[in-house]
Structure formats: structure tokens, C-alpha cells
């Protein structure tokens, strides 16, 4: 295993607030790594000091075997941070020219428009496009350089879904070429398409780091899912969520729970069980109920 990335025991803090409080993180080549947490977990602080945007107060980070601030390292990494600006009166393939320039071996500008789904864009001025065209821009040009490792923070918050599709195409095929990927999401549904190892922070810690079936199963919550329940008191139910006619309940002991409604002669139809979703695990692990 290849390591690309290695952050050691990384501490940073904002007058009385701390933002990163000892991480640690190592990312191997090809993976796709995504990085969720609730506002303010310090998901964002971390980018930016892995990517060498800010200092940490203590530890360090190893990119490719050097250091993030160091010109000849970045040149091997791809960064979209979470605020990004474009000069308004370019042109989209004079954004790409421009940005591949600055690296030895730039992915061909009519590939990576065409990778992005942005070649429509191409003779268009930054300052013309869209919001969500501006996003899709800016993602892409963080994989101009044909980068072995690509920071993405929140990547396609305010895309639609076919700009969100085709963005994560992107994703994939710069990963099915051996690419490594950090991201990070409020879309759970975005971190289970992508990613194949999930790392869960809070209040500047990492509180959970495996794959998307490890994250799920250390969390025992089934859900259960019925037509029309008229419920009696439960217990042992973490969460109950109506949609439509349906009624989820989240239980760590489905068997109990479906005992308990027979014996009190609960009506329903159309009982589902499944094990807990990556968000419910997310919300489990975290505790905390605004998060997404
Ligand atoms: N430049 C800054 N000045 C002061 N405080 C900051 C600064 N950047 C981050 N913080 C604080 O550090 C903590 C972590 O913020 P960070 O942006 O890293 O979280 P996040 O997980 O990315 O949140 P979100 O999901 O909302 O983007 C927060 O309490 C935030 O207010």
C-alpha cells in the first residue's frame, strides 16, 4: 500500500475554538476517501492544512514525501476548496490552459472538459456561467494536473442532480486510473457512491474510519419500515420518521421491536427490515440529529 498522504497528531485552533484536535490520517493511493461530519466538525480545517492552506499549531503532514507548502509538491495534488473564484472574463478553456500550464503534464484540455461534461462551456466566460456551472469548472481544473491525490471540499453542494451525476463520473474515472480522492460531503448518498472508505469527524476529532459495510455494522440499528401503523408506546425505538404512508422506526433489536407490536395487536402492513443506512450509522456515531 502506497501511502500519498499521512497527517500526524494535527492540532489547530481559532482563538478559543479548536478546530483539528490530534488527528492523524494516512490516504493510500486509489482510494476515495470520504470525509463527513457535522458543521464545524473541522472537515474543512483539515483540507486545508493537509493541502498546506493553513499551518497547524502542532503535527505535520507528508504529501507524496513532502511538505504541503513546497511548490514541486503541489504540483503532484489537486485542490477544490469549498469557496472558490473565478476570474470572470475567461473563457472556461482559458481557465484550463491556464491552470494546466502551471503543471508538467497536464491532462489534455478537450479530455478533461469531456470527462467533466463541460464541453459545452468551453467558450464561455466564467463570469456567464451559472453557480452550479461554476462549481462543476472549478472541480475540474483541480484535476488538470493529473494529480495522484485530489482534495475536494464539498464538491457538488448546490449542483443539480444530473450536475451532480456528472461530476461523480469525473471522480470515478480520475479513480479507475489509480487516483486517489478526499472529499467531503454533506450528501451521505454521495459519500456511499464514491467513496470506498468513510472517516467520520467531530469536534476536531476522527470518531469513526472504515469501510462504508465496517461504518454501517458498528452501528446495530435495523431499521424498520410499515404501511400505516397505528403505533402503541415502543421501546428500545431511537428514531421514528414518517414518509407518505410510510413509517420508518430505528431499533438496535428489530426482533424485539416486531414481538412488541404483535403483542400489543399494532395494525400495519408491508413490514421491510434492513440494516441501518450509511446516515443513520453517520447520526448514530455523531449523536447529533442536524447533521446533513
Ligand atoms: N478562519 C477561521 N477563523 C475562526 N474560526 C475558524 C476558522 N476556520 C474554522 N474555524 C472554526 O473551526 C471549527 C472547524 O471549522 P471547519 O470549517 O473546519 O468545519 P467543517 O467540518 O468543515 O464545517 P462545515 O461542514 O460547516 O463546512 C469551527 O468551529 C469553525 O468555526
New binding site residues.
Given amino acids: 500500500m502506497t501511502v500519498l498522504a499521512r497527517a500526524l497528531d494535527l492540532t489547530r485552533r481559532?482563538?478559543g475554538?479548536i478546530?483539528l484536535d490530534g488527528v492523524s490520517l494516512e490516504i493510500a493511493a486509489g482510494q476515495v476517501v470520504g470525509l463527513l461530519?457535522?458543521?464545524?466538525?473541522?472537515?474543512?480545517?483539515?483540507i486545508?492544512v493537509m493541502t498546506g492552506l493553513v499551518r497547524p499549531d502542532a503535527g505535520r503532514v507528508d504529501l507524496c514525501g513532502g511538505d504541503p507548502r513546497s511548490e514541486s509538491t503541489r504540483r503532484v495534488i489537486g485542490v477544490t476548496p469549498?469557496e472558490t473564484g473565478l476570474p470572470e472574463t475567461w473563457r472556461v478553456a482559458e481557465l484550463v490552459d491556464f491552470v494546466s500550464a502551471h503543471f508538467p503534464d497536464p491532462v489534455d484540455r478537450t479530455e478533461l472538459l469531456d470527462r467533466f461534461d463541460l464541453a459545452p462551456l468551453a467558450d464561455r466566460q466564467a463570469g456567464g456561467l451559472s453557480g452550479g456551472q461554476q462549481r462543476r469548472v472549478a472541480v475540474a481544473l483541480a484535476f488538470a494536473g493529473r494529480p495522484r491525490l485530489v482534495f475536494l471540499?464539498?464538491p457538488t453542494t448546490g449542483l443539480d442532480v444530473d450536475a451532480r451525476r456528472a461530476l461523480w463520473d469525473g471522480i470515478r474515472s480520475f479513480n479507475a486510473d489509480g487516483g486517489a480522492v478526499l472529499l467531503?460531503s454533506?450528501y451521505i448518498e454521495e459519500v456511499e457512491a464514491l467513496a470506498d472508505r468513510v472517516v467520520v469527524?467531530d469536534r476536531?476529532r476522527i470518531i469513526a474510519d472504515g469501510g462504508v459495510a465496517e461504518i454501517r455494522g458498528r452501528v446495530r440499528l435495523k431499521r424498520v419500515t410499515l404501511t400505516d401503523p397505528v403505533l402503541p408506546e415502543l421501546v428500545g425505538v431511537s428514531s421514528v420518521e414518517r414518509d407518505a404512508d410510510r413509517t420508518h422506526l430505528l431499533t438496535n433489536d428489530a426482533s424485539a421491536l416486531v414481538r412488541e407490536l404483535v403483542t400489543a395487536g399494532a395494525s400495519f402492513t408491508d413490514i421491510e427490515i434492513e440494516s441501518a443506512s450509511l446516515e443513520d450509522a453517520f447520526l448514530a456515531i455523531t449523536g447529533d440529529r442536524r447533521a446533513t
Fill in positions: 481559532y482563538n475554538t478546530a461530519g457535522p458543521n464545524g466538525a473541522g472537515k474543512s480545517t483539515l486545508n469549498q471540499d464539498e467531503t454533506h469527524m476536531g
